[in-house]
Each structure stands twice: as structure tokens, then as C-alpha cells.
């Protein structure tokens, strides 16, 4: 018997609940709308102009030659020698986000924004229906064409669930437009690659091939408890759900979290940088972002991670590829007590010599401390300093190219338990006098002496998945 014989069509109506608007080449388009003389010319958008950088998004024209985000912008230049380079910019494309998303309310109200280049619209009523569910998903494409700009095109997937909306608007680009209705599932999947369901990565492709499912009609053939069994969670329900057209409490939307778990800033920094006096400036700038961004979400901290990362030469990874080479680093693993650091000691295991995606041959460093929950920068900045000395030293360790520090244990600021002290410097109201100028005329405008080698360094990072938002005159 087929097992696609029969649909979930006697289960829900043909009718769609959501649309999923996905922007084409997002970045790439951007620059080509604000550029004319760009339009029609394969384009990328890169963080620098070096070889060893990649690409963070490619026009059509670019894709059409084998050029895609993280490319190499020395491969790029040999593919094709004229191709077009813009130094990308996050102000920009948040603000073209938003001017989509406004452009987006004038045919169907947003209601969720999961990304920087997606928005998402629930249909109601009438609206469901596929004739003006159609004219809807048209009808945005033509907002944001004449209130944006001809340049942003994007592809739009209608489906009775978020999760089916969502893979419908992969399904044609660019400038697409397919829809996917009850009575069509489980058929109309069944030409997918596992890795095109939202949520299926590398690692879960490998656990699925490892339980036997290699194709989408062995996946589609299972029945709820045997999708149950494969994920051993309530997610394999959900997805059966899904996958069948059935409209769901949550919408097909990912669990949503109680409260955010961490929050950072990293930076692979330019050759100028790449000293340890470097690496301390840029560090402290990004510890200086953070901390402004925990006031402004009202967050506090309670744990703080470092990690480094250090360029090596070919002399360096030959010696530490060696077969006698051990690891005698710190080890890494998190405090267990406030005001722990993880302690020193030799793991005697081979060194791991990695490649970042600029071809950087390097080895990694990282350790947490964890303290009373606070907010307030030079508070911080202390504990950065403690543990900015437990790194290791010697000749390997000597040229850093990647700082990344990220703040966890969050609580929301009301949470945080009174002390028997008070603030003994007015370190809060000093962090807040901070914010009120940043705020106004930018997030370098003041700040403390140790980030000034820095200030115009780590600038704030193209985002993709972050919703971007501004704080102030900026960005984050």
C-alpha cells in the first residue's frame, strides 16, 4: 500500500494560516538599490577587503557564478576578477528592515520578525483562503517594491502551519511565490533534502542517517509515535503535526525561551589589532557593548565567558601537530562557586589545531568566571581583567586574532537580590550617565580609557538571525 495514498485534507481544510516572507539576497540587494551602477553585476558584501575574509551575502549575479556566502574573497576574485565588493554595513540593513517590515503592515499586519530578512504574517478569516492569501503574499511583493525599492525582491511560502510557511518560501528563488496546502502534504515533500526542514543541521542530518532516515519519503512514511521515537522527544510529535498540514497551538514557531541565556559580542580582528595590547582594547569594547546592552534590556549577569583565539604559523602547527605535542593549557571547564575561575592545570592532551573560515590555522583558548549578579561596566571590566591574566603565555600565544565575550546567568534586573552594602563607588548611576550620552550621539561617544585603541574597531556585526535593534542613535 502507498503510504502518501492518503493526505490530512478530512483533517484540516485547504486553507492557509500563514505567509512567510523571505527577502532575496538581502544584503547584496540593499547595496544594489542604494547603487544603481551596482544593479545587473555580480556584487558581494564583505566584513574587509582582505583575501583571507569571506563573503556574507552574494547578488544573484554572483550566485550564478559559484559565488555564496563564505566565499572567499580570493576565490571571488579569481572566479570572476570585476566582481563587485561592498564593505558591508548593519545600520543599513536595519534600517531597511525596517522599512520592509512597515512596507509589509500596508498589505498584512507582521507578526513575527524571526530575522533581519524574514517577517512573518498570520492570516485570519477570509484571508485564509487560497485565492486571497495569494493576493495578499502579491500584494506585499508590490508594497515593498514601490515603498522600498524595485531591488528587494522576495520569495513568499503560504502554508496552513509557520513551520510549512517557512519551507514553502525556500521552495522558489529567487522572487517566488508556492503555497502548500493540506490536501497536498504529504506529496508535495517529498522532492526535499532532509537538511531543507527548518531545524535540520549537520549534526541532526547525522542522527537521522544514523537511525536509518536518509530520504524525506522515509521520513514522511512515519507515524507520530514512530517520529516521536526517532527524536525521542516531543519535538518528533510536533514535527509529524507540521510536516501534516495539521495548524497547531504554537504555530509551527520554535519553543519559546523564558529568558534569554546569553549574551556577548565577538570580533576577528584586523592585523593592527592582532598583538595582546590589541586584543585587550578590542576586548574591552566589547565588554563595553555588552554591558550597555544588559542595562538596556534590563538584564543582569551573573557569569562571564572569554574566549581567544591565536593565529600560528606553519612552523607553529607543525610543532604542535607533532605526535609528543601535549596540551598544557589551563584547563577550561566553568567555576562552580561565585567568584571561581576554572583552575589551572595540564591536560596532557594532543593540542587541536583548528581553521577559522579566513584559513587562519589557530588554537583556542576560553574559561568563565562566575560572580554576584550585576550589571554595571567597571564591575565587569574587573572581571575581565581577572581573567584576561589567566590566559597562557609563551610563543604560541602571542599573536590573537578572535576575542569573544559572552555574558550568562541572565536574570531580569528586578530578580536581582539586594545587597547588605550599597553601591560603594555609584558604579550603577556612573553605567547609567554613560548610557544617557551614548545614547544620544553614539555608543563610542564615552566610555573608559582602555577601549580607546579600539573605538573605531569591532564595529557592530551584519546580523542574520538577530532581530536587529536600536539603541539610541546605533544599531546593536
Known amino acids: 500500500m502507498d503510504p502518501f495514498a492518503t493526505s490530512s485534507s478530512g483533517l484540516e481544510p485547504d486553507r492557509f494560516g500563514f505567509l512567510h516572507v523571505d527577502l532575496n539576497s538581502f544584503f547584496a540587494s540593499v547595496e544594489q538599490q542604494l547603487h544603481p551602477e551596482y544593479r545587473g553585476k555580480p556584487l558581494a558584501v564583505v566584513p574587509s577587503f582582505a583575501d583571507t575574509t569571506v563573503a556574507i551575502a552574494a547578488s544573484y549575479e554572483a550566485k550564478a557564478l559559484g559565488i555564496k556566502t563564505g566565499t572567499r574573497v580570493g576565490d571571488m576574485k579569481k572566479i570572476c576578477p570585476e566582481i563587485i565588493m561592498v564593505h558591508g554595513s548593519h545600520t543599513t540593513y536595519a534600517e531597511y528592515s525596517h522599512k520592509i517590515a512597515a512596507a509589509v503592515e500596508l498589505a498584512c499586519p507582521v507578526a ?83 537538511r531543507d526542514l527548518p531545524g535540520v543541521g549537520a549534526r541532526t542530518e547525522a542522527m537521522l542517517i544514523g537511525k536509518g532516515i536518509t530520504t524525506m519519503p522515509q521520513l514522511l512514511a512515519l507515524d507520530r509515535e514512530g517520529m516521536h521515537r526517532l527524536w525521542n522527544s516531543v519535538w ?48 574591552h569594547k566589547l565588554l563595553h557593548k555588552a554591558a550597555m546592552r544588559l542595562r538596556m534590556e534590563k538584564l543582569c549577569a551573573g557569569s562571564m565567558s572569554l574566549t581567544i583565539r591565536y593565529q600560528l604559523n606553519r612552523e607553529q602547527v607543525d610543532r604542535a601537530t607533532m605526535p609528543e605535542a601535549a596540551d598544557t593549557r589551563p584547563d577550561t571547564r566553568p567555576a562552580t562557586r561565585p567568584g571561581d575561575f576554572a583552575k589551572k592545570s595540564a591536560t596532557g592532551k594532543p593540542r587541536k589545531i583548528r581553521q577559522h573560515t579566513s584559513g587562519i590555522k589557530h588554537d583556542g583558548w576560553g574559561m568563565e568566571a562566575r560572580f554576584p549578579t550585576c550589571q554595571d561596566t567597571l564591575t565587569l571590566l574587573e572581571t575581565l581583567g581577572k581573567l584576561w591574566t589567566q590566559q597562557p603565555t609563551g610563543p604560541d600565544y602571542g599573536k590573537p586574532f578572535f576575542v569573544g565575550i559572552a555574558m550568562g546567568r541572565l536574570i531580569h534586573e528586578n530578580e536581582q537580590q539586594p545587597t ?57
Not at 556585526?461 to 546605533?474: H, L, S
Request: glycine share 8%; charged share 20%.
Open 112 to 194: 513575527h520578525t524571526p530575522s533581519i530578512d524574514e517577517m512573518v504574517c498570520q492570516l485570519i478569516g477570509r484571508e485564509q483562503e487560497p485565492p486571497r492569501a495569494r493576493q495578499i503574499a502579491l500584494d506585499i511583493k508590490q508594497s515593498i517594491r514601490d515603498n522600498v525599492g524595485e531591488t528587494l525582491r522576495c520569495s513568499i511560502g503560504m502554508g496552513p502551519n509557520r513551520y510549512l510557511a517557512k519551507i514553502a518560501s525556500d521552495m522558489q528563488k529567487p522572487d517566488g511565490l508556492i503555497g502548500l496546502l493540506p490536501s497536498q502534504l504529504p506529496r508535495s515533500l517529498l522532492q526535499l533534502e532532509l
Open 420 to 476: 547588605l552594602f550599597a553601591d560603594p563607588d555609584n558604579r550603577n548611576e556612573l553605567s547609567r550617565t554613560l548610557d544617557k550620552l551614548n545614547l544620544k550621539y553614539g555608543h563610542t561617544t564615552l566610555h573608559f580609557a582602555g577601549m580607546l585603541p579600539a573605538r573605531d574597531s569591532a564595529p557592530t556585526r551584519i546580523a542574520f538571525t538577530q532581530i536587529p535593534v536600536q539603541y539610541g542613535v546605533d544599531y546593536m
Open 236 to 283: 518528533g510529535d510536533r514535527l509529524y503535526h507540521w510536516l501534516h498540514g495539521h495548524s497547531t497551538g504554537d504555530d509551527g514557531a520554535p519553543l519559546p525561551n523564558e529568558m534569554q541565556k546569553s549574551l556577548g559580542h565577538s570580533h576577528v580582528m584586523g592585523p593592527a589589532h592582532r598583538t595582546p595590547e590589541g586584543a585587550w582594547a578590542v576586548a
